[in-house]
DNA sequence: TTGAAAGCGCTAACAT
DNA sequence: ATGTTAGCGCTTTCAA
């Protein structure tokens, strides 16, 4: 139990052997005897040893440590799924994460990416929270580093990000397979790629179907539930309104609830949602379930790592530079047939 | 620019002098002209020179590294506020973070706890996501530690906690002010400090400003939107319904909107509505608005660090070493006066 | 006022 | 099969 300062020499005199023998029988190099090697281990745990980690870098030029830098990790609910992924793959290759958070400050972040660098950080996980274009720091370009979330127009990065489009084919086809034909789409109005890919895979989807897309179907508002609410209730006072809503991310479907209860509407016997983003607290908690498409957060999360590690280790080869995550639809009770008004049509 | 491995020994060949004499400009040590020591800095900067931390580390026995250990970080929105209200602290202290995972398996935890020791970590904060209870690893006993949303049995260990009690006073009394009398409590089931103390501070409140508790007026169930509804549609189905909910917390409050939904209330007219935690994406989305007491997620962050920063270097002595943090009222539109029934009672 | 050198704890090339 | 030792980059004591 003595943690107090026992270094690899505490444990030599103990076995009465060299720290090289030491040295080599804890980390599996040189040639010994299987019995030395045993002995010494017991010794060393016996004794409480632990490596230090700062003597080891140091000599090998290799910290073990990877610096996770990210932007609005406070405001964003799934930044712990990121994190959590990214922790875990890191602790599989015996690897711990420096997690350092600009919020979008220019400034800040590079000090902070300095900061990671004089700690000499094996690799950087950069990271955003929306799927967006980033141009990344220069100082970056001189250590292996991947996106997440985030695509770069400088190649030199390999980065992971959701597959949107899928994504939103996803939402759609499962819309169309419970029968729906009038399917609206609450987008986001930000010039993000998760905009406009989900667009785009909604009015592709929609067509390689058959369907027409009926432009006044789109409604466009700011990704939050107040958005999704105003731009619902403009869809659902139509005449002809739709009999689901594809909606772009959770918080968007969930003012859509809204606008549906506003309107007398229920979910789902009058009208189908879906979502994206599977955010449990609101996917979960929304009466009823909020069916929805999974962004892959733990997923980036692990994959950014792996990669790092298929960089830094060599054997990145045949890896894909830029990879597209799938994203799982996850069914709750938002979605049912459209309701039959006469002739078919919903009113 | 150049920023491949320039070390202090590049440093002082640059600037014609010893590397004692570039460590002393630099960290401002000895005593030299103030001429050398600007001429100095000046080519370390074009030089990019950048200190090895791991070699300073190991030399001064300080890593300038706190390990941020925590449970369930993925599966709580407010998450990221506790890491960044950490994080900016520790950069405030030049320094910076290691976060580590343990998805409340023991095992796992110690094992992070191990690699966090072996990178030698100069602290370590040890969070929690909800207010409860903990036994503290014993390996933490020989370093210093600080506990966040947790108290532990062992005083060595100093903490911060929120509020609860205060919390459920504060919540209590703005409804009380606004002139509700019979307020209904959407208890959590858990038997955690949290659900504890806001019980306690409800009871409190209401005794203390001259008010009944009436026992009948509490439901108990799992503190999330589907326990809140179901808490809330029992309180709401008796003869003489309460006009206002305390929720446990803002999950409980979605599910406390969902009920007076299902029955006909509108809020805040028919039904005022008040919660705990400030979770943007559920208080903001909610509508109206949910009117909510902030649990103090980022403070505690920064105070963790700040109280590990005066335990590490001395002046910790007149520190409170068990911090209770103020939670602050955040008014939206979830309250308004009761209903006037006749003889001003609701029905 | 400045510099040489020891040493933080570890690894590995080189001896023995 | 095992040991000696240099050196990773830095700080700091001690000497010049």
Chains 1, 2 share one sequence.
């Not at 290759?93 to 700690?119: G, K, P, T």
């Not at 890919?197 to 700011?222: N, W």
Request: proline content about 6%; some cysteine; overall charge negative.
């Amino acid at each position: 139990m003595r943690n107090i300062r026992v270094g690899i020499k505490d444990v030599a005199a103990a076995a009465g052997v060299s720290v090289t023998t030491v040295s080599h029988s804890l980390s599996g190099g040189g040639v010994l005897p299987e019995a030395t090697r045993k002995r010494v281990q017991l010794i060393a745990r016996e004794l409480g040893y632990a490596p230090n980690r700062l003597a080891s870098g140091l000599r090998n030029q290799r910290s073990q440590t990877i610096g996770f830098v990210s932007d609005e990790i406070a405001t964003t609910p799934f930044a712990g799924a990121v994190v959590l992924g990214a922790q875990e793959a890191a602790a599989a290759h015996d690897w711990v994460l420096m997690v350092v958070n600009s919020n979008l400050d220019v400034d800040l972040e590079s000090r902070e990416i300095r900061a990671l660098l004089q700690h000499q950080v094996d690799g950087i996980v950069y990271a955003r929270m929306y799927h967006q274009k980033v141009v990344v720091p220069p100082t970056l370009g001189s250590i292996p580093t991947v996106l997440l979330d985030a695509e770069s127009d400088d190649d030199r990065f390999t980065s992971v990000v959701p597959d949107e489009a899928g994504a939103a084919a996803t939402a759609v086809e499962y819309l169309l397979r419970a029968g729906h034909t009038r399917i609206g789409y609450l987008a986001n109005q930000d010039d993000i790629p998760a905009a406009i890919s989900r667009l785009t895979g909604y009015r592709d989807t929609l067509r390689s179907h058959g369907l027409p897309v009926d432009e006044a179907l789109i409604s466009t508002a700011s990704p939050s539930a107040a958005g999704g609410r105003t731009a619902a209730s403009a869809l659902l006072s139509r005449a002809e309104r739709p009999t689901a809503l594809f909606c772009f991310n959770d918080q968007m479907a969930m003012g859509a609830y809204q606008a549906a209860g506003l309107a007398g509407l229920s979910v789902p016997v009058d009208l189908s949602i879906v979502g994206i983003d599977n955010l449990e607290i609101i996917a979960g908690s929304l009466f009823p379930g909020l069916t929805t498409v999974a962004l892959p957060h733990y997923e980036m999360g692990r994959w950014a790592i792996e990669r790092l590690h298929a960089e830094i280790h060599g054997g990145a080869a045949n890896d894909p530079r830029h990879l597209k995550l799938h994203c799982p639809l996850v069914e709750r009770s938002s979605v049912a047939p459209p309701p039959i008004t006469r002739a078919g049509q919903p009113h």
